[in-house]
């Protein structure tokens, strides 16, 4: 199944919360939707899901000859951003209610229940009911019930947000098997450096728009994005001189005599030692490389520059 968004915009009453966004996810690839608070990323999700419709644009989802307006609720694996677990019901119930929703047998909820709560370290809780169980199994529930009848699409809302880092691990494995399996997947997330590691593609948005998109070599490319040197000194040097020296972008101090120096991509890092190896002694020095974190910030920091050029 193949997500089409052509540009949709989608309005509340007092803000334009998607603008004109268009991007596609093909079957097998997963996708991730970055971006800051209120960027737009679950108003996207709820189109995609059929909850709301785009006031414009077209949202295409395609499989075979046929041609969906949103992911039809058969195909579709959904982890809504407000989560919806009935909380006095036992983990089982919950399971069972959403699964026989969807049509599925007894005999095959039977089967993979077990599977899935093996998988998801949860056989234990099975009688509990949801409520009494921490956060991050709440969580993990809620992520069985949106997979169980092994959808063509899923949607994931901030799948990581209340893992812990051992959880947030295995549900980038869960979800590299889902792909492995061919389902179109995507997802929103905050976490930046789980998300590099796991996608085809990113869409990085801000106030509604796309400012950036492709995959993490795309991003890198579109923002030339330079190298970056970790250098720890003896003692402070002057940061003036630093800052002036040809082929340094930009710098940060990252603790006492550390530096964090944004290389350009047209010099030579030699070039570049050898003009700080004047500044101070150097006890210290490493390459480093620039994370989709640091790439979402530039690109961010790029619009406002645009938008404040085009003010004045
Ligand atoms: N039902 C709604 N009614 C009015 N405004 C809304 C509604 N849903 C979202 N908005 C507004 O639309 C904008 C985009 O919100 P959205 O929830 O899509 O962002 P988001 O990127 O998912 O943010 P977050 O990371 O905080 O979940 C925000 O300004 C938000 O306040």
Not at 102 to 124: A, C, P, V
Request: one cysteine or more; hydrophobic letters at 40%.
């Amino acid at each position: 199944m193949q997500i089409n968004i052509i540009n949709a915009t989608k309005k509340y009453t007092s803000v334009t919360a998607v603008k004109n966004v268009s991007f596609n996810v093909n079957q097998g690839e997963i996708v991730a939707l970055l971006g800051t608070n209120g960027a737009g990323k679950s108003s996207i999700v709820r189109m995609l899901v059929g909850l709301t419709k785009p006031d414009s644009g077209t949202i295409e989802i395609i499989h075979q000859d046929s041609n969906f307006s949103s992911v039809p609720k058969a195909y579709l694996g959904y982890l809504p951003e407000e989560r919806g677990l009935f909380l006095d019901r036992t983990v089982q119930d919950n399971i069972l209610y959403f699964a026989k929703l969807r049509g599925l047998s007894n005999k095959s909820i039977t089967e993979k229940l077990h599977y899935w709560l093996e998988r998801f370290m949860l056989s234990d809780k099975l009688k509990e009911e949801v409520k009494s169980l921490s956060k991050g199994n709440q969580q993990k529930v809620q992520l069985i019930t949106a997979i169980f009848h092994e959808p063509k699409v899923l949607i994931l809302d901030e799948p990581f947000s209340g893992l812990d880092p051992i959880n947030q691990e295995f549900l980038i494995e869960v979800i590299k098997e889902f792909k492995n399996k061919g389902m179109t997947i995507l997802l929103s997330a905050h976490q930046m450096n789980l998300v590099e590691r796991l996608v085809d593609k990113v869409i990085l948005m801000n106030s509604g728009e796309i400012i950036l998109e492709g995959t993490i070599a795309d991003v890198h490319a579109q923002l030339q994005s330079g190298k970056r040197l970790i250098v720890r000194f003896s003692s402070n040097v002057d940061t003036i001189q630093l800052n002036s020296l040809d082929g340094i972008m930009s710098y940060k101090m990252i603790s006492d005599n550390e530096y964090q120096l944004a290389i350009s991509e047209e010099v030579s890092l030699n070039c570049v030692i050898d003009k700080i190896m004047h500044l101070g002694t150097i006890l210290e020095i490493k390459s480093d490389h620039f994370d989709l974190h640091d790439l979402y910030l530039m690109a961010v920091e790029k619009v406002v520059k645009k938008m404040e050029n085009n003010d004045e």
